[in-house]
């Protein structure tokens, strides 16, 4: 912790090394129009930009049971006949593919409003 305040302060002495973008234009509607021209500002309306985050929370969320679904897979194989393991693994695999049905419910459905509008 000692490290990080030491190196907090140099920074606070010598603002020269901070660098940060400026903007030397003209007034609010030209600095706005500036900071839309940077590079990863979205240009989407705001229901395409909920619609993509949402989708791909979906996205990441169905990654993660499959990885889930194969842990569990490895776990029961690797169990060698230990019963505790076994049932671990079974349940396991059991609540990752309800977690992954939901997943693939909650896309077709988010899919389906999406096509309405």
Request: aromatic content about 6%; hydrophobic content about 50%; charged content about 10%.
């Amino acid at each position: 912790m000692h490290a990080f305040s030491w190196i907090v302060a140099l920074l606070l002495r010598s603002p020269t090394l901070l660098h940060a973008q400026v903007f030397q234009g003209g007034g609010l509607q030209e600095g706005i129009q500036e900071a839309q021209n940077i590079q990863g500002v979205s240009q989407m309306d705001l229901p395409t930009t909920i619609t993509s985050v949402i989708t791909s929370a979906i996205d990441v969320l169905g990654l993660l049971a499959v990885v889930s679904i194969i842990i569990c897979g490895v776990m029961f194989i690797l169990s060698l006949g230990n019963e505790d393991t076994v049932g671990k693994a079974k349940k396991g695999i059991i609540y990752s593919v309800v977690g992954l049905i939901i997943i693939l419910f909650t896309k077709a459905i988010v899919t389906f409003i999406t096509n309405l509008g």
